[in-house]
């Protein structure tokens, strides 16, 4: 996402300790961050560590001899976006009321960016009716909430009321930041490496991380989508708004996606899935000393279906009007090789990628990809995060969408 104007604002309860994480969450992220804070926000976490992390005057206080700088119409018409967290249940009770007796109400109620905000308050302050009710009217007001999670709290009564983590609050505000441009969509992303049995203990996999399609996943649902992402063996958390369905080897995979092909407009497919597996696989570990003192072990291998390819054919058999998109990961000639697989299988658009460099590809958090369109045009992008790789690709999947409407 471009870099964005963002306050966060900060009230007076325990979890205002995490909010410069959060400042720099979203500072790291590149946009430009300002703090604000109530009269009693100051209690509970530096307005030094704010101004700090945000390189930006932090100010508590509405009549601030430093106005100009911590004006509060000018915060509230710089302001892209505010983030408030925590949010306490007395601020929630007098933003219901447009209460503005401190610099956070009156920078809020002044403001016409969008307002999120993120609740932390005692389990019996949460549930009590009258936060409810004073909740239901900021949502009314189209104030966009995350969280709060159940857990233990710091008062030390369990259920709802912890603010949540500083990176789940980034990823909503991103969400509100981003417009719905596909919403109405089914995307089905598939990502991650697939694992092919050899028996009880091993398997054939590879380095696939499935960032890249879970980050694709992400953003997709960031932009509105409904997305089922179909991973293979990972250890990464599934997106917030995202329908994972966990699978582990090809057949598995092939089995899935055909399954929701007629159901999906958009078919992303970011897995790096094995060309082959075992013949056979021992539902037990096959053990060295039954093989003979010196024997290795033969792996017949066949030919697993080729997904891709299914999915382009099924969509051209069936009249469909799905945008499909293919990843050709290689490690030499990237170019002719992913011409060649778009030729081969059909689709619209093949992403190309160089796994052989050590800064992009599998396994990290950026990557150098090439989009290969069938009229022959390539596009070839810097080294970008892969949120970025993902924004850009699913840019061309909208222009796609829209010529095939
Ligand atoms: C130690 C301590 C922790 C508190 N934690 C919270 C909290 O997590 N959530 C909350 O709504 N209020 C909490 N309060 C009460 C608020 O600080 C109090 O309502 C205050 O007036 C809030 O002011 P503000 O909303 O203007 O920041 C806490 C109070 C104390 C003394």
Same mark, same amino acid.
């Given at each position: 996402m471009d870099p964005r104007r963002i306050v966060v604002a900060v009230s007076g /309860?325990?979890?205002?300790?995490k909010a410069p994480e959060l400042v720099r969450v979203l500072t790291g992220a590149g946009h430009l961050v300002r703090c604000v804070l109530t009269r009693e926000a100051p209690r509970f976490v530096s307005p030094l560590v704010l101004e700090t992390l945000s390189q930006q005057p932090a100010g508590d206080? =509405?009549?601030?001899?430093?106005s100009g700088e911590i004006d509060h119409i000018a915060v509230a018409d710089w302001a892209e976006l505010i983030i408030v967290a925590p949010t306490t249940a007395n601020l929630i009770a007098k933003l219901a009321h447009g209460i503005t007796d401190d610099l956070v109400t009156a920078v809020i109620l002044a403001t016409r960016a969008p307002v999120l905000i993120a609740p932390a308050m005692n389990v019996n302050m949460w549930e009590d009716e009258i936060t409810q009710r004073n909740l239901a009217l900021l949502r009314d007001r189209g104030f966009e909430t995350v969280g709060p999670d159940a857990g233990e709290l710091a008062c030390g009564w369990q259920g709802e009321g912890r603010m949540s983590d500083p990176g789940v609050i980034a990823e909503a505000a991103y969400r509100v930041l981003t417009?719905?441009? =596909?919403?109405g969509q089914r995307v089905i992303v598939t990502a991650g490496g697939t694992s092919e049995p050899i028996d009880a203990v091993r398997s054939i996999t590879n380095r696939s991380s499935g960032k890249m399609g879970f980050a694709i996943a992400a953003e997709a649902a960031r932009r509105g989508a409904t997305v089922v992402l179909v991973a293979g063996e990972t250890p990464l958390a599934t997106p917030t708004g995202v329908e994972r369905v966990a699978v582990s080897s090809a057949l598995q995979m092939h089995e899935v996606v055909l399954r929701e =092909?007629?159901?999906?407009?958009v078919v992303i497919k970011a897995a790096a899935v094995a060309d082959f597996r075992p013949r056979q696989t021992s539902e037990r570990k096959i053990k060295k000393e039954d093989l003979g003192p010196d024997a290795g072990l033969q792996i017949d291998l066949v030919r697993n279906p080729d997904i891709l390819a299914d999915v382009c054919r099924e969509v051209k058999q069936t009249g469909g009007r799905q945008v499909v998109v293919g990843f050709a990961a290689e490690s030499h000639d990237v170019i002719p090789a992913a011409q060649r697989k778009l030729e081969r299988k059909g689709c619209d658009l093949i992403v190309a990628n160089d796994v052989s460099r050590t800064d992009a /590809?599998?396994?990290?958090?950026e990557n150098a990809v090439s989009f290969i369109w069938p009229e022959g045009e390539i596009e070839e992008l810097a080294l970008l995060p892969k949120a970025r790789v993902a924004a850009e690709l699913l840019d061309r999947v909208e222009k796609l969408l829209g010529e095939n409407a």
């Open positions: /309860g325990i979890a205002a300790y206080d =509405l009549f601030d001899s430093r417009a719905p441009s =596909l919403h =092909l007629a159901s999906a407009q /590809g599998f396994n990290v958090d």
